[in-house]
């Protein structure tokens, strides 16, 4: 291994010869340099393993120096220390706010110079490994971003198969589970909630009723009120959906969609009770926006309703059925909620004089 390469910077020219030569019979490789500038020019020449350098010198002095050199990416972490007849507190604070690593008092005692040089070397050497393992480690990221963005891909896939799945399954038509989609981002961005949740929400509302495949046709699309044993059956589809997507890997917001949409704020819900806030969010999210597409659309065993009288039966719900605070920032959002509704309306969703 080559000798740590020390560069010298002081405009003493006589003290400069003397500490070169005590560095080189020590062992190490020396350059020297008169002042900030010139060592500025040294260090483009050649990187030194470590800088010493005096704080009091003509065109450039040592706290400017330091300062440019921790701007320069490879001398961002290189040991520098200083040579300071000055052991005020306010000095050495300074001195190490700009960069330095260690100081060095005037008059120089040889032995202590030496030592302290061959610890900041060893040093530099552990500088040199984490170095080396920071680039080990951005290749790893890299890879596991490239990787990411695989399974990202493979799970919209898995998400659009499964929607495709349940709508072929359920008497709601595809447009109903584009609108919730679409209604359940625009409600969590108004809820103040993260762009990443946001979108990944936007991905996994249409699933809410996934479940409903594991459904016997005979209840999914019976015209007329069930039974409580079909009841009983229809409630299993939360179970269902959950159980699919976890089996198909996705993350827990996934599972927590079709699993608690039918729990209630007032923890009168299914399958499990749960109560407010013990309700994830996106479970309550995708609750106030399904109910209300469920009242605005037609189906075999209701007419749609106006956008009034579902603003209506919506605010009746609140605190009960419904988050309360949710349904006022759903309410809030009029306009946007009319353009989706226009963006993927189907024949049954119209305003029919129903109340």
């Given at each position: ?12 020219e ?20 008169t ?17 010493v ?65 061959r610890?900041?070397?060893r040093?530099s ?13 951005d ?13 990202e891909?493979l ?19 595809g ?59 229809m ?103 009319l ?17």
């Open positions: 291994m080559r000798p740590p390469h020390v560069l010298l910077v002081d405009d003493d006589i003290l400069l010869r003397r500490l070169q030569n005590l560095l080189v019979r020590a062992g190490f490789e020396v350059s020297s340099a002042d900030g500038l010139h060592a500025l020019g040294e260090v483009r020449h050649r990187l030194p393993d470590i800088v350098t005096d704080v009091h010198m003509p065109r450039m002095g040592g706290p400017a120096l330091i300062e440019a050199l921790r701007k320069l990416p490879e001398m961002a972490d290189r040991p520098i220390l200083v040579l300071t007849a000055d052991e005020t507190r306010s000095t050495k604070i300074r001195l190490l706010q700009v960069g330095a690593d260690d100081f060095i008092v005037k008059p120089v005692d040889p032995e202590e110079l030496v030592a302290r040089l610890a900041q070397a040093k050497d552990l500088a040199d490994n984490l170095v080396e393992v920071s680039i080990q480690r290749e790893a990221v890299r890879k596991l971003e490239v990787r990411t963005r695989e399974l891909q799970t919209i896939g898995l998400v659009a198969t499964l929607e495709k799945a349940n709508s072929y399954n359920d008497s709601d038509t447009n109903h589970i584009r609108r919730v989609s679409s209604y359940a981002a625009l409600l969590a961005e108004a809820a103040g909630c993260t762009p990443d949740f946001v979108e990944k929400l936007h991905r996994y509302a249409g699933l809410h009723d996934v479940g409903k495949v594991g459904i016997r046709d005979s209840i999914l699309k019976k015209p007329g009120k069930l039974t409580a044993d079909e009841f009983e059956e409630k299993t589809h939360t179970l269902i959906g959950a159980e699919l997507l976890r089996s198909a890997g996705l993350p827990d917001m996934a599972c927590n969609i079709p699993l608690c949409h039918h729990e209630k704020f007032d923890g009168t819900g299914y399958p499990r009770g749960l109560r407010g806030e013990a309700i994830p969010l996106e479970a309550r999210i995708v609750a106030v926006v399904d109910v209300f597409d469920a009242l605005r659309t037609k189906r075999c065993y209701k007419p749609a309703f106006s956008h009034e009288a579902s603003e209506a039966m919506l605010q009746e719900m609140a605190g009960k059925h419904l988050d309360n605070r949710l349904v006022n920032l759903f309410l809030a959002l009029k306009e946007r909620i353009q989706i509704e226009a963006q993927h309306s189907d024949e049954p969703l119209i305003e029919e004089a129903w109340g």
